[in-house]
């Protein structure tokens, strides 16, 4: 469980009939992985060899669904959305051995990767909510948005490092710290990857349509039907 503020772009797109439609999006974010790469080589760097592919989580998503908006008058509406459809994980990846004999102090989803449930399509659903002001009516307005995506059928991928947590670092030679890495217990683990996420964030909406409004305008002849388009 991890909160951080994170770059996650996206597009979606919806088309409306009134207040209901239906809509599709697209979004891709990274997720950080453990143990954290660059915390973990902190100390032991100088006498380590890495093989690395990747150090974060990568999910990239296109879901399709439908939604509805409710209109507050002044630009202001709120809408709910439920979407779903097909979710791609990549699981970080990398090794990390001792330069002199080779042994292994971690690795994540790299030699000892007992999973392919990554290189798989999940399935996904995605309920949010929004609330969206357009200035003066215009096509261009901004949104604030909380959603909780769910992935469905990941299998585990396998963890395996040795636990410097309890280690001294401070006042020993490059040797004696080499010396207590390779005794440190090993820990194994086994992880689904960021599955569930909640999002909380604010973006850009641009509206383009066309709405019809009937009327009366009088002249000196009578009185015509008047459109209004925008």
Same mark, same amino acid.
């Given at each position: 469980?991890?909160? =951080?503020?994170?770059?996650?772009? %996206?597009?979606?797109?919806?088309?409306?009939?009134?207040?209901?439609? $239906?809509? !599709?999006?697209?979004?891709? &974010?990274?997720?950080?992985?453990?143990?954290?790469?660059?915390?973990?080589?902190?100390?032991? *760097?100088?006498?380590?060899?890495? #093989? $690395?592919?990747?150090?974060?989580?990568?999910?990239?998503?296109?879901?399709?669904?439908? /939604?509805?908006?409710?209109?507050?008058?002044?630009?202001? *509406?709120?809408?709910?959305?439920?979407?779903?459809?097909?979710?791609?994980?990549?699981?970080?990846?990398?090794?990390?051995?001792?330069? $002199?004999?080779?042994?292994?102090?971690?690795?994540?989803?790299? @030699?000892?990767?007992?999973?392919?449930?990554?290189?798989?399509?999940?399935?996904? +659903? #995605?309920?949010?909510?929004? +609330?969206?002001? &357009?200035?003066?009516?215009?096509?261009? %307005?901004?949104?604030?948005?909380?959603?909780? +995506?769910? !992935?469905?059928?990941? #299998? @585990?991928?396998? =963890?395996?490092?040795?636990?410097?947590?309890?280690?001294? &670092?401070? /006042?020993?030679?490059?040797?004696?710290?080499?010396?207590?890495?390779?005794?440190?217990?090993?820990?194994?683990?086994?992880?689904?990857?960021?599955?569930?996420?909640?999002?909380?964030?604010?973006?850009?909406?641009?509206?383009?349509?066309?709405?019809?409004?009937?009327?009366?305008?009088?002249?000196?002849?009578?009185?015509? #039907?008047?459109?209004?388009?925008?």
């Amino acid at each position: 469980l991890a909160s =951080t503020a994170r770059f996650m772009p %996206g597009i979606s797109a919806g088309y409306y009939v009134r207040s209901w439609g $239906i809509l !599709a999006e697209y979004g891709a &974010f990274s997720s950080p992985a453990q143990p954290d790469l660059e915390t973990y080589l902190k100390n032991i *760097q100088d006498f380590t060899s890495r #093989n $690395i592919n990747s150090t974060e989580w990568k999910t990239n998503y296109f879901l399709a669904g439908i /939604g509805y908006r409710k209109s507050f008058g002044s630009g202001l *509406q709120a809408g709910i959305d439920l979407t779903g459809g097909v979710l791609n994980m990549k699981a970080p990846a990398y090794s990390v051995n001792d330069k $002199i004999d080779g042994t292994r102090s971690a690795d994540v989803n790299q @030699e000892t990767k007992t999973s392919t449930a990554t290189e798989n399509s999940l399935f996904a +659903l #995605n309920p949010g909510i929004r +609330l969206e002001w &357009f200035s003066a009516h215009g096509p261009f %307005g901004f949104n604030i948005h909380a959603a909780y +995506l769910r !992935a469905f059928g990941a #299998n @585990e991928v396998s =963890t395996y490092y040795r636990d410097p947590s309890k280690l001294q &670092f401070d /006042g020993l030679s490059e040797q004696e710290i080499r010396a207590q890495v390779l005794k440190a217990p090993i820990i194994e683990s086994s992880s689904r990857g960021p599955v569930s996420n909640i999002s909380f964030g604010a973006g850009i909406s641009l509206r383009i349509g066309r709405a019809r409004k009937s009327g009366t305008q009088t002249t000196g002849t009578g009185s015509e #039907n008047q459109e209004i388009k925008h």
